[in-house]
RNA sequence: CGGGAUGUAGCGUAGCCCGGUUAUCGCGCCUGGUUUGGGACCAGGAGGUCGCAAGUUCGAAUCUUGCCAUCCCGACCA
């Protein structure tokens, strides 16, 4: 993998941004840093979010919708909330415009039409629905609420990275209510390991599943768990959260229930999201110089023919031969392209397929047909090989299975290979320069020692792995008594 | 908002320092033909407010000033 397209976010964006995935940023200064993404870039969301779906659903969720719009006394209602998001909000001032007396042909804002109220661009939709769920929760038969909502946010970054940090983008956002503590917590805790299941085994990216530390807390939450990943640039990226937010919003919106005993209490809450970020960890964790490799199980498209003729009478022969097979590994629910369009000749198209990451490729002329084979190549090691027309199909569904898990263990060994231990200062800031990943260290717990560390090596601490083992140790920057290890990197 | 760089066709660029024919080259695009087992070749063609504005000059892509935008580094960032 070359230096060019690793070294960072900016790199990737520039090789997509021309080739690939075709996400870019909107050209429009007004609307900079929000992207668009093209069809083959959303078929591969869509398939993202139909696997989420179903997997939040199986555990018990449903789906509904809220307003875009939060008007401002609503937002600033739960204070910590507000204050974290305060500096990137977009915020709707005005509801008309009219045409200019002095510009013909231009418009301006209508000043007669100005707002009572300004309103907030959803940067998170707590607040809206927490003043929503007020009235939906009186009884403790009303509990627990398990909603997600798919929707778009918008946060006014200063500068933003395609995929990673852009000004709108589509997420999900899943906010529930619960009678105790205890089951709020087990939410919060059972969400984070839907995300590490789906991250894992659909998109083949391992993670590490923790805790933030309070510095790097979600605003409004008691507790945030995260999936932390690591890229193949050696930084780290947040691949989704998880919060248990107490009873903050509940007293901040007022939502009470009645128990059994008709004790009347606030109610506890979550909330948990995973966005659009998940396509740049996708990108960033598999891709080679070639362009970029899916995973079989979300791939927007997992396998495309190419026939290989010359002439219209070889076409017609392959034609046949392929639409046996096609129907063969339709009826086995695989998603397949055949692509005997004259504008491109066969290697253009090999090279095509391999950055948009298909991940098998099958060609086929007439010298195969004359041997009843076909040539299979798989997008993940490049290897070819001839295989036989007969069960074909069978071949390239076990194939598809392989590569699925080929992508995830290549990632984790690297994951592993790039997990340090540092006990020293020293140490520390070495293997950070030199080698970069997650570095795991002894910290003595204060927000003092972590914002310092930030200040001279721009490392974060990721989070606090959940099965953390214990170990008493001293802090690698104060010496202060530690007794565990956290994991630092540096991240997007 | 601070520091640095850049803006020339859809994309990537040369020319700018030292002003002077019709603004360079590659990719892509269009037409015709030959091709088709790893990003084909030949011939022809289309496509430009040289970021915007003002100034200097006989003459500005080139010099001056202002503005705008983009990228990188900071600040900021769930």
């Known amino acids: 993998m070359s230096k060019e397209l690793t070294t960072r976010a900016a790199d990737y964006s520039q090789w997509y941004n021309d080739l690939v995935i075709k996400g870019q940023l909107a050209d429009h200064s007004a609307v900079r840093g929000c992207m668009v993404i093209k069809p083959y870039g959303y078929a591969l969301w869509e398939n993202m979010r139909d696997q989420l779906d179903r997997m939040f659903k199986e555990t018990g969720h449903v789906n509904a919708y809220f307003p875009l719009f939060v008007p401002k006394s609503l937002f600033e209602a739960e204070e910590k909330n507000a204050e974290g998001f305060a500096k ?3 915020i709707v001032t005005h509801y008309r415009l009219k045409t200019d007396p002095d510009n013909k042909g231009k418009l301006i804002v209508d000043p007669e039409a100005k707002l009572e109220e300004e309103l907030i661009i959803r940067p998170t939709s707590e607040a809206i629905i927490w003043n929503t769920y007020k009235g939906w929760i009186q009884s403790y038969r009303d ?10 946010v918008v946060r006014w970054e200063m500068r933003t990275r395609l995929f990673l940090r852009t000004a709108e983008f589509l997420w999900q956002e899943g906010h529930t209510a619960h009678a ?8 919060t805790e059972k969400m984070l390991h839907v995300y590490a299941d789906f991250v894992e085994q659909y998109m083949g990216v391992p993670v590490i599943k923790g805790v933030k530390t309070a510095n790097e807390r979600f605003a ?10 690591l890229m193949q640039d050696g930084k780290a990226l947040q691949a989704g959260t998880s919060h248990f937010l107490g009873q903050n919003f509940a007293k901040a919106f007022d939502v009470k229930f009645s128990d059994k005993n008709n004790k009347l209490d606030y109610v506890w809450a979550t909330s948990w999201g995973v966005s659009t970020r998940l396509i740049g960890a996708l990108i960033m964790a598999h891709s080679d110089d070639q362009g970029l490799i899916m995973p079989p199980k979300i791939a927007p498209l997992q396998v495309v023919i190419v026939p290989i003729y010359k002439g219209e009478e070889s076409k017609s022969t392959i034609d046949e031969k392929s639409a046996a097979i096609i129907k063969e590994l339709k009826a086995m629910g695989i998603s397949v392209k055949y692509d005997n369009s004259d504008n491109a000749r066969p290697g253009w198209k090999f090279a095509e397929y391999e950055l948009k990451g298909v991940p098998v490729r099958v060609a086929m002329g007439l010298r195969d047909i004359e041997n009843n084979v076909a040539e299979v ?6 290897e070819k090989s001839s295989i036989s027309l007969d069960g074909l199909a069978a071949y390239i569904k076990n194939l598809l299975d392989e590569i699925q898990v080929n992508i995830y263990n290549r990632a984790l060994a690297f994951r592993n290979e790039n997990m340090r231990e ?3 200062w020293n140490e520390f800031v070495t293997m950070l320069d030199e080698k970069g990943g997650f570095i795991s260290a002894h910290w003595d717990g204060t927000s003092e020692t972590e914002e310092k560390i930030k200040e001279q090596t721009k490392a974060t601490i990721r989070c606090i792995p959940l099965d953390n083992k214990l170990e008493n140790g001293k802090c690698v920057l104060t010496g202060e008594p530690s007794k565990q290890r956290v994991l630092f990197a540096r991240a997007y």
């Open 88 to 90: 990137e909000c977009a």
């Open 143 to 152: 509990l627990p609420l398990l909603i997600n909502q798919w929707a778009n």
């Open 180 to 187: 105790t503590k205890e089951e709020a917590v087990e939410e």
């Open 220 to 229: 409004g939450a008691e507790d945030t768990y995260c999936i932390e990943a």
């Open 377 to 382: 190549a798989r997008r993940d090691t490049k």
């Open 422 to 424: 540092a006990n020293s």
